[in-house]
């Protein structure tokens, strides 16, 4: 990925960039931790990180980057159309799916806290669990996270 722009910084180091990837053209946010720390990198959608919660400054950084670019407020919903991923969880969430993502020092999984309906069972062995595993991590990206709960 080219043409990183860097939006933002924390007191302690951490540095957040824009780009894009240039197969898909999706537009993805970087996230850099200080050296100090490891200097972990996590690349997000920028519609996932902008929908995270609870919001932090670096998200209404990204916001007013966006709103520079256009010259008004951006819909986060239209940085990109819908993805297959996105489409994928809220199906699974409609059909009553009960699981969680699970992110931890970058390691992405769900957690079923609940038993959950035969109907979302049955969507997510169909449709979500033969995915490669970068492709599942796209779409429990997208699921309510555990630390929601």
């Known amino acids: 990925m080219n043409d990183e722009k ?3 910084v924390s007191s302690n180091g951490d540095q957040w960039l824009l780009t894009k990837d240039p197969a898909t053209e999706q537009v993805i946010v970087v996230h850099r931790g200080n050296p100090s720390s490891g ?3 996590t690349r997000l ?3 996932v990180f ?3 919660r609870p919001r932090g400054p670096e998200q209404e950084a990204l916001l007013a980057v966006l709103s520079e670019k256009d010259g008004q407020a951006p819909n986060p919903e239209c940085l990109t159309s819908k993805t297959h991923s996105l489409n994928l969880a ?3 969430m409609r059909l009553g799916g009960r699981r969680r993502a699970n992110v931890d020092d970058n390691i992405i999984s769900t957690r079923r806290w609940e038993d959950e ?3 979302a069972e049955a969507f997510w062995a169909e449709n979500i669990a033969p995915l490669d595993a970068g492709q599942r ?6 699921l309510p996270s555990t630390s929601d709960t």
């Open 117 to 119: 309906p035969a109907e």
């Open 90 to 92: 809220e199906e699974y």
């Open 45 to 47: 959608p920028a519609e």
């Open 39 to 41: 200097g972990h990198e």
């Open 6 to 8: 860097e939006f933002a």
């Open 137 to 142: 991590q796209q779409v429990v990206l997208h």
């Open 50 to 52: 902008l929908n995270q």
